[in-house]
Each structure stands twice: as C-alpha cells, then as structure tokens.
C-alpha cells in the first residue's frame, strides 16, 4: 500500500551549514560555540521572536530548520513527524546536575521543560500554528523507512495535506537537523 | 482512501496495584488505590504510586543487572510476546518518556538513551523487526498504540506488540517540584480540591493485528494544542480536534459512546482544559473517569495502561468511579464517575494530553 511520497523541499543544518534545496542560505565558522551559531543563523531570519533566546539547544536547531525550511510554504494542515537519537538527553544531564548535589540543589521549571524530546516539536507547533498531527520518535540513526511510512499514512488517510518530517539531534555540541516537506 | 480496521487482542499491565491485568482488576473493584507516601530517592514524603522493594522481587528478570523499569517492562510483556508469534513482520513499539534516565546520577550517560533499552527490550522478548520509540510526553502511551495501528494500515508490518512503561525517579518528582505541580495529598482528578498531580510507576502490553478480535480501534487522532509549551490550551482546542478527528475516521457520532477514559491528571489546568474541551464536544452527559487516583500519573505509560484497564472494564460492564474525587472543581458541568456502575459497554473515547501542546484520542468497540 506504500506508495512513493515525493520530497519537494529539503532544508540541513550541520557543521554551522544550513542548506535548503542544496542551496547554502547561512554559514559561519566552524570553531564557535552551537549556541553563537544558532544565535547568528536566528538574527539572519530577521524576525522578532523573543522565545527563541528561552529554548534549549535542541529547539533552537528544530526552530531554526523549520524557520527555514517553511519560509514562503503553506502551513495548512501541515503534520510535523521528527525523530533524534539522543531524546532529551543534554538537557536532562542540566537537570540531573542541578540536583546531583544536596548543598546544591536548585531544579528549575525553565530547564526541567526541556527534558521531554516533544517540546521542540511543540515550539514549531507554536511559532507556526501548527494544530496538526504531531509525533516524535528515538532511533539510532534516522528511521527513514518508519517515518516515510508514517507520513504516508498521514497524507493517504488525509490526516495531513501535507507533512514536515525530519531527523533532529543534539547532544553536547554535535548536532544534525535533517528537514523534508512531502 | 480508507484502511483495513485493526484490532486489540491481548493485553496485560504491571503496576503496584498488581503484576498482572487480573490481580490489579481485583484491587480495582475492591475500590483500592496505589499512592502513598514515599521517599523518593533524597526526597522526603512525596504521595506517589511506587512499588515497594518486597513487591519488586516478583518481576521477571530479562537479563542482569536489569533496572527496575527493565524488570516491569519484561513482566508486563512477557506474557503477550509469548502468546503470539513474533515474525519479521511484527514491530515492537515502546513508548517511555524518561526511560532509564535515572542512570546519569551514575554518570551512564550511554545507557539512559532511549533506543538502548529499545533493543535490550526487543532483545530480551526475541523481536526480529528494529523497535520503533515513541517518546511524545504524557500522550506517549496512548500515540504508541495509534503508530502501531497506521504502520500496520500502511503496510509496513503485519502486526504489532505495544509496550509502554516510566518509573518514579527523583529526576521526574523534582522536576514536578519544581513547577509546584506534585500534591500534598493522593491526587483528586476533577475535584474543587485538587492540587496537581501524583506521580506512578507502571509497564502496560497489547498485541495489535489486522486478524478480528475482541476490540476495534474505530479511529484516533493526534493534535497539537500550538499553543504553549508547558501549559494546557484555555479553550481544550488541540483535544477537542483530536476527538472530533477521532470521530470522523470511526463515522460515529462522537457522542454515541458509553464511557470516557480521560487523562485527568488532577492540577488545576489540565482538568479544566479537558473539561472546557468535553464541553464543546457535547459530552457533558457522558459517564467520564480518571484513573490517576489509583495509579497516580505513570507518564509514557498512563495512555496505554489506562486503556488496558478501560478494555477490561467494557469486558466486566464495569464503569470505574474516578477516585479521590468528592465534589465537582471544573467550571463546565461533566459527568464524573462517584460509583461503579454495572452495564453493557460497546464503545471507549480514550483520552491523553501532555506537556509540548500534544493531545490524542482514540475510539475503541467492543464487538463482543
């Protein structure tokens, strides 16, 4: 029943590159911190988003893929299917040293926020008014088969008219986004 | 175009009410609940739902070593892996939102990834497919079963095992401290005292096919409130589409149902929001119980152990009252269980909302 869905745009971030459709569209030099690079890459957009600076670094790479790769689409019923490798993990490690030592104990809602993978997929939801489907799945590597699939049923049981999918991952300074609209 | 339907045929949990879905039914009809004051790691006194160390001896093992999680994950599936046969065309679809995050107090930054315990998991109850990991917060459960039922209707597998489990960790209970969100006393979904939620642990299993069985997942849906990142939608909005989209892949009319499973996580917003939302949806008259006040809320596994429980439920006639609940604490009229009550049951509306904006639903039949 699969049939072959068509990719008709495609945006990466990695190596502080951001690419869409092949075309390099933001880049700076590869020895500064993710958050200077997400922070220059977000100034580029020019657009007033203030919630930006309260993200932790995975929705920052999320936000910034779909800021992107949606420039210019149509967003209606549009679903949004993402998957990483590493889950929460880099803001859970802040959480869990924010409680490791007893004398030192300071748990905050700001950072505890973060320690669910889906969050990102919610800050896309809520930059772009996206009451749509939504899912997010944790893979060692980009689950292409399950997530085509998956997109697929969206568009063929007309769940979706169309989906923004994609591979989002960052963990301690290692970072990929990978973002399709079919 | 339209799918084959898809059908829920075993089914199975562990909780500290019980280590099987039988032994936990039994507590249920006697009206007992699974929160009580715990410590919980280095935090003192907090009401959770937690098994104790005597009733942990008698979870299954799958290898050395195992966590706690690992155990009740093995225990909740064993039984269904067992049952039917797991061929290359069967998925093994986990939902957990922390997993084995309580790791890193050892530094085990590795062994907390969630996909590791997806393949000790798959391993352990001889999968042959890759397991799929679904981690969407507090509708993880609940979205699990919905990703099983669409990848099977598109033809990526012939069948599916659910698996859906998360532990009470002082990594969750201080996090929810720290939004002054956990209460001070066993939680009351819907009630005018209620102050937020009570924390649990649980696994819960089903075993999903394209064969006919007992149970018919007539439609579900997934929808995203876009609204804000920790705090449930004013107007229920992402809910009430998910049931209305639910809704419309059944070609019900949404209010020919017997009973609701509802998320009710008992802090002030949630409870509202879903009431606001059932109240738009013209479901104010329809029977609605929360189960949290039994099991308090298991995370990743609350969706799917709270619809293994309703299943059995509509197999008994049994409508559950919603414990801890007294007096209505919600600004629209809903009809909240107080009492068992015995009468037929065809048709579940199951519930789920979370952090992230995420909702689901999903409409099951009993086809008898």
Same mark, same amino acid.
């Given at each position: 029943?699969?049939?072959?869905?068509?990719?008709?745009?495609?945006?990466?971030?990695?190596?502080?590159?951001?690419?869409?459709?092949?075309?390099?569209?933001?880049?700076?030099?590869?020895?500064?911190?993710?958050?200077?690079?997400?922070?220059?890459?977000?100034?580029?957009?020019?657009?007033?988003?203030?919630?930006?600076?309260?993200?932790?670094?995975?929705?920052?790479?999320?936000?910034?893929?779909?800021?992107?790769?949606?420039?210019?689409?149509?967003?209606?019923?549009?679903?949004?299917?993402?998957?990483?490798?590493?889950?929460?993990?880099?803001?859970?490690?802040?959480?869990?040293?924010?409680?490791?030592?007893?004398?030192?104990?300071?748990?905050?809602?700001?950072?505890?926020?973060?320690?669910?993978?889906?969050?990102?997929?919610?800050?896309?939801?809520?930059?772009?008014?996206?009451?749509?489907?939504?899912?997010?799945?944790?893979?060692?590597?980009?689950?292409?088969?399950?997530?085509?699939?998956?997109?697929?049923?969206?568009?063929?049981?007309?769940?979706?008219?169309?989906?923004?999918?994609?591979?989002?991952?960052?963990?301690?300074?290692?970072?990929?986004?990978?973002?399709?609209?079919? | 175009?339209?799918?084959?339907?898809?059908?829920?045929?075993?089914?199975?949990?562990?909780?500290?009410?019980?280590?099987?879905?039988?032994?936990?039914?039994?507590?249920?009809?006697?009206?007992?609940?699974?929160?009580?004051?715990?410590?919980?790691?280095?935090?003192?006194?907090?009401?959770?739902?937690?098994?104790?160390?005597?009733?942990?001896?008698?979870?299954?093992?799958?290898?050395?070593?195992?966590?706690?999680?690992?155990?009740?994950?093995?225990?909740?599936?064993?039984?269904?892996?067992?049952?039917?046969?797991?061929?290359?065309?069967?998925?093994?679809?986990?939902?957990?939102?922390?997993?084995?995050?309580?790791?890193?107090?050892?530094? %085990?930054?590795?062994?907390?990834?969630?996909?590791?315990?997806?393949?000790?998991?798959?391993?352990?109850?001889?999968?042959?497919?890759?397991?799929?990991?679904?981690?969407?917060?507090?509708?993880?459960?609940?979205?699990?079963?919905?990703?099983?039922? %669409?990848?099977?209707?598109?033809?990526?597998?012939?069948?599916?095992?659910?698996?859906?489990?998360?532990?009470?960790?002082?990594?969750?209970?201080?996090?929810?401290?720290?939004?002054?969100?956990?209460?001070?006393?066993?939680?009351?979904?819907?009630?005018?005292?209620?102050?937020?939620?009570?924390?649990?642990?649980?696994?819960?299993?089903? =075993?999903?096919?394209?064969?006919?069985?007992?149970?018919?997942?007539?439609?579900?849906?997934?929808?995203?409130?876009?609204?804000?990142?920790?705090?449930?939608?004013?107007?229920?909005?992402?809910?009430?589409?998910?049931?209305?989209?639910?809704?419309?892949?059944?070609?019900?009319?949404?209010?020919?149902?017997?009973?609701?499973?509802?998320?009710?996580?008992?802090?002030?917003?949630?409870?509202?929001?879903?009431?606001?939302?059932?109240?738009?949806?013209?479901?104010?008259?329809?029977?609605?119980?929360?189960?949290?006040?039994? =099991?308090?809320?298991?995370?990743?596994?609350?969706?799917?152990?709270?619809?293994?429980?309703?299943?059995?439920?509509?197999?008994?006639?049994?409508?559950?009252?919603?414990?801890?609940?007294?007096?209505?604490?919600?600004?629209?009229?809903?009809?909240?269980? +107080?009492?068992?009550? =015995?009468?037929?049951?065809? +048709?579940?509306?199951?519930?789920?909302?979370?952090?992230?904006?995420?909702?689901?639903?999903?409409?099951?039949?009993?086809?008898?």
């Amino acid at each position: 029943m699969l049939e072959k869905i068509t990719i008709q745009k495609s945006c990466t971030i990695e190596q502080h590159r951001i690419v869409v459709d092949d075309m390099l569209v933001w880049s700076s030099a590869t020895d500064m911190p993710f958050s200077d690079f997400a922070k220059d890459a977000f100034h580029h957009l020019d657009i007033d988003y203030p919630k930006f600076y309260k993200m932790d670094a995975l929705s920052k790479l999320a936000f910034l893929a779909a800021e992107y790769i949606l420039r210019g689409e149509d967003k209606d019923e549009l679903a949004l299917v993402l998957a990483n490798k590493s889950g929460s993990l880099d803001t859970d490690i802040k959480h869990q040293e924010s409680i490791q030592d007893t004398e030192n104990y300071y748990p905050r809602p700001a950072t505890f926020v973060y320690t669910l993978a889906n969050i990102c997929a919610g800050e896309i939801s809520i930059r772009h008014g996206l009451q749509t489907e939504n899912a997010f799945f944790i893979a060692e590597e980009f689950p292409e088969e399950t997530i085509f699939a998956y997109a697929d049923y969206l568009l063929q049981s007309n769940k979706a008219k169309r989906v923004l999918c994609g591979w989002v991952e960052y963990f301690q300074e290692d970072y990929r986004a990978l973002f399709y609209i079919f | 175009m339209t799918f084959d339907p898809i059908y829920i045929h075993g089914m199975n949990c562990v909780t500290p009410l019980g280590m099987d879905l039988l032994s936990n039914w039994t507590q249920l009809l006697m009206g007992n609940g699974g929160i009580i004051r715990h410590d919980v790691g280095r935090i003192k006194n907090s009401y959770v739902a937690k098994f104790i160390s005597e009733e942990a001896a008698g979870l299954l093992t799958p290898v050395q070593d195992s966590t706690l999680l690992e155990r009740m994950l093995f225990t909740a599936a064993k039984p269904i892996a067992s049952k039917y046969v797991l061929t290359p065309r069967t998925a093994l679809v986990l939902s957990t939102t922390k997993g084995n995050v309580s790791l890193l107090q050892d530094g %085990r930054m590795a062994d907390a990834q969630l996909n590791v315990l997806a393949n000790k998991m798959a391993e352990a109850l001889g999968f042959q497919t890759q397991p799929i990991v679904v981690s969407h917060a507090c509708v993880s459960g609940l979205l699990a079963l919905s990703v099983a039922k %669409r990848l099977i209707q598109i033809g990526q597998y012939d069948d599916a095992v659910v698996l859906a489990g998360d532990v009470v960790s002082e990594f969750v209970v201080s996090g929810f401290q720290a939004f002054q969100a956990m209460s001070p006393f066993p939680c009351k979904p819907f009630d005018k005292d209620r102050a937020g939620v009570s924390l649990g642990e649980a696994a819960a299993c089903v =075993y999903v096919s394209k064969e006919k069985g007992e149970f018919k997942i007539l439609g579900e849906a997934a929808i995203n409130d876009a609204n804000h990142i920790s705090g449930p939608s004013r107007t229920g909005e992402g809910l009430v589409q998910s049931v209305l989209r639910a809704g419309r892949e059944a070609s019900i009319d949404i209010k020919d149902i017997d009973f609701i499973s509802a998320h009710g996580t008992a802090t002030l917003y949630n409870d509202e929001m879903e009431a606001v939302a059932f109240h738009r949806l013209g479901l104010q008259d329809v029977p609605i119980h929360s189960l949290k006040g039994y =099991y308090g809320h298991t995370l990743g596994a609350s969706g799917l152990l709270e619809t293994v429980i309703a299943l059995k439920a509509m197999q008994e006639e049994v409508l559950l009252p919603t414990l801890g609940f007294e007096e209505l604490g919600v600004s629209q009229p809903v009809n909240i269980i +107080r009492e068992a009550g =015995y009468r037929p049951l065809t +048709r579940l509306l199951k519930t789920a909302s979370g952090f992230g904006g995420s909702n689901a639903a999903m409409l099951v039949e009993r086809c008898g």
